[in-house]
């Protein structure tokens, strides 16, 4: 069976000592020994501590980003290989906001962000480095409206996981966060976040085999809260959480987990 993974994103919040209070809050509201993945997504220059403040405890790291480059003149970036250093796990990838938020806009007035084509570059970077990507996918209300929100989710998967060996597809998650449900506090339904995992699990099995699909795990996200993550977590095709706001309080991020575990490990 896939072992379901929570993730708290952080996002650019939270300052050195507020980041150190919520993990040892959060060290002592966890099992032991958890029978899921929990990970905590920082800014990239609070890893190191971040990586210190999680020793000795079932917590790993993720970092938001990164540069699919080993080393050389991109001023600002953070290639894989450094992320490594600070004892990351994970790394996500194509995030809504790298996609639609971040970056120059166009002469429409929307942002070019960051596109399927680099997140793939990303993606077999991290991979080559020894880290787990978290490919995030999602819909804008528009193409949803639209009735092209599965039509989306094949693009971005087929763009985004371009050129990747299938060998190391397993160690790939998928993050389905519909662009509408993010911070908004409007998540998805059960049953919407249910028929989207499967139709994404139906686009892995057609690029990496049905048994490499069948092991893939595929979190959902978007205002996933403590008292809407258990039924979300019920549905067959999700495996986990990636959680933003309510990652940043270690209670909700607490029952959020707990939430998982009831779901997926009764
Ligand atoms: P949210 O963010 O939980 O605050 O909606 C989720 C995310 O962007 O990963």
């Not at 220059?45 to 971040?50: A, E």
């Not at 397993?170 to 506090?185: H, K, L, Q, R, S």
């Not at 049905?210 to 979300?232: C, F, H």
Request: hydrophobic fraction near 40%.
């Amino acid at each position: 069976m896939r072992r379901p993974f929570v993730a708290g994103n952080w996002k650019m919040n939270l300052d050195l000592p507020s980041a150190r209070a919520l993990v040892s809050e959060l060290r002592t509201r966890l099992p032991a020994a958890p029978p899921i993945d929990v990970a905590i997504c920082p800014s990239s220059v609070y890893l190191f501590p971040m990586a210190r403040a999680i020793a000795d405890s079932p917590i790993r790291l993720g970092a938001q980003n990164c540069y699919p480059e080993k080393s050389g003149a991109f001023t600002g970036e953070i290639s894989p290989q450094m992320i490594k250093e600070t004892g990351c796990t994970y790394v996500i990838l194509g995030h809504s906001e790298r996609r639609h938020t971040i970056g120059p806009k166009g002469p429409d007035g929307r942002v070019a962000g960051e596109s399927d084509e680099m997140v793939a570059a990303k993606c077999r970077a991290v991979l080559a480095a020894g880290m787990i990507p978290i490919v995030c996918v999602g819909e804008t209300l528009e193409e949803r409206d639209k009735g092209r929100a599965e039509d989306v989710l094949t693009r971005q998967l087929a763009g985004s996981l371009a050129g990747v060996d299938p060998a190391a597809s397993m160690d790939i998650v998928i993050a389905y966060e519909p662009v509408w449900a993010i911070g908004t506090g409007r998540n998805a339904t059960p049953e919407q976040a249910q028929e989207a995992h499967r139709h994404i699990r139906g686009r892995l099995a057609e690029r990496f085999g049905r048994d490499a699909a069948e092991r893939m795990r595929i979190q959902y996200g978007g205002s996933v809260k403590p008292d809407n993550a258990l039924t979300l977590m019920k549905c067959p095709d999700v495996d986990g959480a990636l959680v933003g706001g309510a990652s940043l309080k270690a209670a909700d991020f607490a029952a959020i987990i707990d939430g998982c575990i009831q779901a997926r490990c009764h």
